[in-house]
């Protein structure tokens, strides 16, 4: 690991905390907003499903892009929050048995494990449900063209036009699997829609012009791919104590990755054409994007 | 049946087509906004879910509290119209086997049943994620603060606070009954704040004041109580061919009901007594508002 990289992981990790200290405080027992009561289960278990150790890429990822064009911390962090409960919600119904029937998630039993199948659901959908609230509420301090904005772009990148359709396309893929084209519209929309989010959130929370706001979601859509090849690889190459998860399943589910139908020197050189494609969407800001220059290298090398 | 009665049915039952006209476009295989495809099977179940035949009582709500107040119809419907898919959400989600475990809902086979339990999960995802992107989308001609409100009041209606946290506590209900507050609590949350939200979204649609808000979303309190009194009371007095679903089920489970706890009598007394505080609360609109009036009586006095 070289200076550069310890730097980033410094920060990334930095950014966690902040990310899970927010998440704690929005996911707290007090009933707000004019709310009547938070069911204790319920919260309790969505603060499960939040607060379970991930890297928070994906805030990160709103934080740094914002933080590029100048944006607002604070509203970022709000918008990051809202976007990690997304993925949260989307973990716990993607480990539920009528989907993927996982035990454990970052090596700890999963929420209809730890709780009961009833109540994963509910989280899910609660968490989801409050990632709206988080966006649109007086709390999150940006106008309302750009929550507008945040709002219709979360809702496409998380609905069947997105990461929900990539899901569904997924559960189809074990039964015939897809082609190329297949394989990459799934992969698109599973996990690149959120990546690709996240960095055009941060230009939205920026107020950023339509050149820069196009250019930071095909810089996400190159580390969405990026990450997804890397998933793949990992998938293929790492084992379960690495992982914190079952790993690979997708190969013994017959399930198609593009690692699999092309090799691993193929999924090697396209991971580093997508990390090369996303640096030179960064060539205008120069030294200012050294940051997500540096979010790409690691989404591609990353070893969990 | 009286005359006013019989119109009051027809003019529901025309609102309802023009609800289900504009799901069937919402709903339609054509891949919209960028999207890269609506993968079919999903798009099916989305649709299975919202175009079933229900009464679209929340979209009339909407349309008609927005009519009062001089809003715009068009706009009204698209709420409208979000609202209902998160009504249908909720009810796939519900009547998984891990939450009511209901085979049929209005006599047809449920989504789980019809579909498989996967597709009945992200079919309820998406559903609820649409609602968020169908309110902020360009097509809903409202302004950036009103799509706002709407979108923040509807994430606090369906979510922990609202309608997801008041299934928790249904869920909870079976293994320990609640007191009269909890019923109480548990009912507002469960049903009474969508319907709540139906009437108030009315009242945003048309840029009302705070006054007129406010006085909309209490007309939507207290028949929200009607329509689950109202409920309570079907629950046990009706059978299942007329409900197209199986009856009985609250009380068999043990779940605490105002109705079992109080009897019919003080139900009947306290249901008049939920309708004649909404329409009191009407007088200041006068003959304007001779449809919610309407509404309000339709709700307490519904057969299925």
Request: glycine content about 8%.
């Amino acid at each position: 690991m070289d200076a550069s990289s310890e730097t980033f992981e410094a920060r990334l990790a930095a950014t966690a905390r902040e990310v899970e200290a927010a998440l704690g405080v929005l996911l707290s027992p007090s009933a707000l907003n004019g709310e009547i009561t938070r069911p204790e289960r319920l919260r309790s278990a969505m603060h499960y499903a939040s607060l379970n150790g991930g890297k928070r890429l994906r805030p990160f990822l709103v934080i740094e892009a914002a933080s590029l064009l100048g944006g607002d911390r604070d509203a970022a962090l709000r918008v990051g929050a809202a976007l990690e409960c997304v993925h949260c919600y989307s973990l716990v119904h993607d480990d539920l048995p009528a989907m993927d029937d996982d035990n454990l998630r970052r090596g700890k039993p999963t929420v209809h494990i730890a709780y009961d199948e009833a109540t994963a659901i509910l989280a899910g959908d609660s968490l989801l449900t409050y990632a709206f609230d988080i966006i649109a509420a007086p709390e999150t301090k940006l106008p309302d063209a750009a929550k507008l904005a945040l709002t219709l772009a979360l809702a496409r990148a998380a609905g069947i036009g997105g990461m929900a359709g990539g899901q569904a396309l997924d559960l189809a893929a074990e039964k015939q699997a897809p082609d190329e084209q297949g394989i990459v519209t799934l992969q698109a929309m599973k996990t690149g829609a959120l990546i690709r989010f996240a960095c055009e959130a941060g230009a939205i929370v920026a107020g950023a012009s339509p050149e820069d706001r196009t250019r930071l979601r095909q810089f996400g859509e190159r580390i969405g791919l990026a990450f997804q090849l890397a998933d793949d690889i990992l998938d293929l190459t790492s084992d379960a104590a690495t992982m914190g998860k079952a790993t690979g399943k997708d190969a013994s589910r017959g399930k198609g990755t593009l690692v699999a139908m092309h090799g691993m020197a193929w999924a090697e050189a396209k991971l580093a054409e997508q990390v090369r494609e996303a640096e030179a969407l960064l060539a205008p800001y120069a030294e200012r994007s050294i940051v997500l220059a540096q979010a790409a290298r690691f989404i591609a090398g990353r070893k969990s």
